[in-house]
Nanobody
């Protein structure tokens, strides 16, 4: 499966952005899809995840209440709605997928993912 991330850009602190991750290829399989981010000089970190049918979602503690992950199965697209953005949210955001019907706590780790999008840059100005 191929993943295409989009929607990044420059936004002021307190603003909002919605990122999209469009999947193409053999999307009939079941995937857990996640967002990770990597800030300058830092390691890539988990942001949020959603199971194949949208039945379960997971979000990093520091982003709960501000970020929401969702999916439109008809469009094979996963979204990350980001509100109340802060300068520390500045990063390249990547979507990733792993073939699985179920969630596993190991999916907080980037090494578990088989498919990655190219990343989209989010810059939050103060």
């Amino acid at each position: 499966v191929q993943l295409q991330a989009s929607g990044g850009g420059l936004v002021q602190a307190g603003g909002s952005l919605r990122l999209s991750c469009a999947a193409s290829g053999p999307t009939s399989s079941r995937y857990v899809t996640s967002w990770f981010r990597q800030a300058p000089g830092k390691e890539r970190e988990f942001v949020a995840a959603i199971t194949w049918n949208g039945g379960s979602t997971y979000c990093a503690d520091s982003m709960k209440g501000r970020f929401t992950i969702s999916r439109d199965s008809a469009k094979n697209t996963v979204y990350l709605e980001m509100n109340s953005l802060k300068p520390e949210d500045t990063a390249v955001y990547y979507c990733a997928a792993v073939r699985s019907r179920y969630w596993s706590d190991t999916y907080y780790e980037e090494k578990r993912y088989d498919y990655w999008g190219q990343g989209t840059l989010v810059t939050v100005s103060s």
